[in-house]
T-cell receptor
Framework: GAVVSQHPSWVICKSGTSVKIECRSL??????MFWYRQFPKQSLMLMAT?????????EQGVEKDKFLINHASLTLSTLTVTSAHPEDSSFYIC???????????FGNGTRLTVT | KQEVTQIPAALSVPEGENLVLNCSFT??????LQWFRQDPGKGLTSLLL?????REQTSGRLNASLDKSSGRSTLYIAASQPGDSATYLC???????????FGKGTHLIIQP
């Protein structure tokens, strides 16, 4: 079945540094990928929609200059958390949509801890 | 704006019981609804996907129903096992190429 690989699975960084998270579709081409984050005991919340070859679409309240998304190829989208702060500590998870529509396939997520 | 609510938030039952998890959504104009399982610190595993035109889907001991007009879905787990312990998430898709709106999940514990 379709597989989405996300890397790293966890990362600890110091406040003020930047962190890059990769999301790859391993056996299909994903023109659209989604980035979510989940705070403890909260729902997964959609952050942005990443479209190959164009700018990402951000949900209301998500700072596009802080969460940089690059979808340079049909199999890779990256999320860079710039100048990370402790409040950015969260579980970030990506998903990719198969050509032709749903269902969505999810990566295993990245646990980010900013100290 | 679509809102998804899951009840109960947590559930603990003895092994072997049949159980029902509930999901409701505020806007019935959905494309599909999906049930996921999330293990602690892990990603999501898709369990069942119900298209808006469907009433239910079954996979093994799992059965999910959808009543789009009333904005409800249920996930039925038969003969529960300790390995079923996880958080179960309900999510709706309002457009084929849109992201999902998730509920907060039901944290399920099956006691051996």
């Amino acid at each position: 079945g379709a597989v989405v690989s996300q890397h790293p699975s966890w990362v600890i960084c110091k406040s003020g540094t930047s962190v890059k998270i990769e999301c790859r579709s391993l056996d299909f081409q994903a023109t659209t990928m989604f980035w979510y984050r989940q705070f403890p005991k909260q729902s997964l919340m959609l952050m942005a929609t990443s479209n190959e070859g164009s700018k990402a679409t951000y949900e209301q309240g998500v700072e596009k200059d802080k969460f940089l998304i690059n979808h340079a190829s049909l199999t890779l989208s990256t999320l860079t958390v710039t100048s990370a702060h402790p409040e950015d500590s969260s579980f970030y998870i990506c998903s990719a949509i198969l050509p032709g529509g749903s269902p969505l396939h999810f990566g295993n997520g990245t646990r980010l801890t900013v100290t | 704006k679509q809102e998804v609510t899951q009840i109960p938030a947590a559930l603990s039952v003895p092994e072997g019981e049949n159980l029902v998890l509930n999901c409701s959504f505020t806007d019935s104009a959905i494309y599909n609804l999906q049930w996921f399982r999330q293990d602690p610190g892990k990603g999501l595993t898709s369990l069942l996907l119900i298209q808006s035109s469907q009433r239910e889907q079954t996979s093994g001991r799992l059965n999910a129903s959808l009543d789009k007009s009333s904005g409800r879905s249920t996930l039925y787990i038969a003969a529960s096992q300790p390995g079923d312990s996880a958080t179960y998430l309900c999510a709706v898709n309002e457009g084929g190429a849109d992201g999902l709106t998730f509920g907060k999940g039901t944290h399920l514990i099956i006691q051996p």
